[in-house]
């Protein structure tokens, strides 16, 4: 996750952006978390989907649910090909079976299983609500509804503690749902760009 966030850092510096919008999804939020209080003072918003407090599998009111990110995960390990069509379940259908060839075809498995070891382990159990205090800066909160890897008790959390953000809930993952980019739309009409 270190290197997602120098290198969304890297990229923020690079272009010269004096304000912009920091964007994650699900197990991206976390390094979206990492780059917004990262540079603090070009952030106008950020835009979290999967919104969550802490990316915890374990007790009461966990955000993600142990027992299919653990199969998930076991199935990367054991049968790649069937972990990447699987994919096209998991998130009901916001990879397709194309997408999920040409993820096998450029992430060979060993780096897959790299990645989620190295970064996933990273934030697990990590807390972000002090993060997100911290940034002090207009926030979205997104939930994928009726998703089969984060709970509604995550949500309602991240709700519950960040009343004023603007919270939407939608039938889709929101990296790929048309509902999220219109509310994304709104929400940056509303940031102030210019401070």
């Known amino acids: 996750m270190n290197a997602l966030r120098a290198r969304g850092l890297e990229e923020i510096e690079r272009r010269g952006w004096e304000r912009c919008l920091v964007v994650g999804d699900e197990h991206g939020a976390f390094p979206a978390i990492e780059i917004a209080a990262g540079r603090p003072q070009a952030l106008a918003g950020l835009a979290i989907g999967h919104a969550c407090l802490a990316y915890r599998r374990h007790g009461e009111r966990a ?4 027992e299919v990110m653990s199969a998930v995960e076991r199935l990367a390990e054991v049968d790649y090909r069937t972990y990447a069509r699987a994919l096209t379940q998991i998130t009901q259908d916001a990879y397709d079976d194309e997408t999920a060839d040409e993820y096998i075809r450029r992430v060979p498995q060993e780096v897959a299983l790299a990645y989620a070891s190295a ?12 993060k997100l205090r911290g940034l002090d800066r207009p926030l979205l909160f997104a939930k994928h509804e009726g998703c089969l890897a984060w709970t509604d008790e995550g949500f309602e959390d991240a709700v519950a503690a960040f009343p004023e953000a603007r919270a939407v809930t939608i039938p889709q993952k929101p990296s790929v749902s048309p509902a999220f980019a219109e509310a994304l739309r709104e929400f940056c009409a509303g940031l102030a760009w210019d401070e």
């Not at 955000?63 to 142990?66: E, G, H, M, Q, W």
């Open 63 to 66: 955000p993600i649910r142990l």
């Open 119 to 130: 970064g996933f382990e990273g934030m697990t159990e990590t807390e972000v609500e002090a």
